[in-house]
T-cell receptor
Framework: LAKTTQPISMDSYEGQEVNITCSHNNIATNDYITWYQQFPSQGPRFIIQGYKTKVTNEVASLFIPADRKSSTLSLPRVSLSDTAVYYC?????????????FGSGTRLQVQP | DVKVTQSSRYLVKRTGEKVFLECVQD?????MFWYRQDPGLGLRLIYFSYDVKMKEKGDIPEGYSVSREKKERFSLILESASTNQTSMYLC?????????????FGPGTRLTVL
């Protein structure tokens, strides 16, 4: 599985856009990029998944450049409730039954 | 609304005790997983199961066993609890096909072994 590197922590203020970048230099051709969010005392929650270019849903956008060696999770206009740990994961969707490999994640703190 | 439930939010056990952690999902998912989460180490996979009575070791299976007698229930067993098994335990499930589809996590069980 490709190793991922992301910042340990980030700070922001309410209403700002937050971009969290993840490096995955060894990403393989069949690998997808997935982001999870985890609030304190809860299990992780799937946010978004993509393969290339841009993916957007009601929660976030995911930007993936052409070389796919990095990706950026973008959270528009964050609120206090977006304070959480965000995990970037890379893996092959077609390997079957392979479980997720989580790193340490990025701890986002949103201030009022 | 999809749901993964775990039998306890907090559990305190003594060294040497046999500990059972239960997980139940109501989504008819084939795949179920047990992770433990420790500060600075992220989530690490202990065991997973892709079908009833089937199981596979994850990254850190030592000291643990699992049981999947019914599709909706996946149990994690600590045969003889030790203090280094103090951790947050998270159960997850996902539909058949591959596990990089969305995984649904339970709220976690914080286990303390004294």
């Amino acid at each position: 599985l490709a190793k991922t590197t992301q910042p340990i922590s980030m700070d922001s203020y309410e209403g700002q856009e937050v971009n969290i970048t993840c490096s995955h230099n060894n990403i393989a051709t069949n690998d997808y990029i997935t982001w999870y969010q985890q609030f304190p005392s809860q299990g992780p929650r799937f946010i978004i998944q993509g393969y290339k270019t841009k993916v957007t849903n009601e929660v976030a956008s995911l930007f993936i450049p052409a070389d796919r060696k990095s990706s950026t999770l973008s959270l528009p206009r964050v609120s206090l409730s977006d304070t959480a740990v965000y995990y970037c994961l890379v893996g092959d969707r077609n390997t079957g039954r392979r479980a997720l490999t989580f790193g340490s994640g990025t701890r986002l703190q949103v201030q009022p | 609304d999809v749901k993964v439930t775990q039998s306890s939010r907090y559990l305190v056990k003594r060294t040497g005790e046999k500990v059972f952690l239960e997980c139940v999902q109501d989504m008819d998912h084939e795949n179920m997983f047990w992770y433990r989460q420790d500060p600075g180490l992220g989530l690490r996979l202990i065991y997973f199961s892709y079908d009833v009575k089937m199981k596979e070791k994850g990254d850190i299976p030592e000291g643990y066993s699992v049981s999947r007698e019914k599709k909706e229930r996946f149990s994690l067993i600590l045969e003889s609890a030790s203090t280094n098994q103090t951790s947050m335990y998270l159960c997850a499930s996902s539909p058949a096909g591959n596990s990089y589809n969305e995984q649904f996590f339970g709220p976690g069980t914080r286990l303390t072994v004294l």
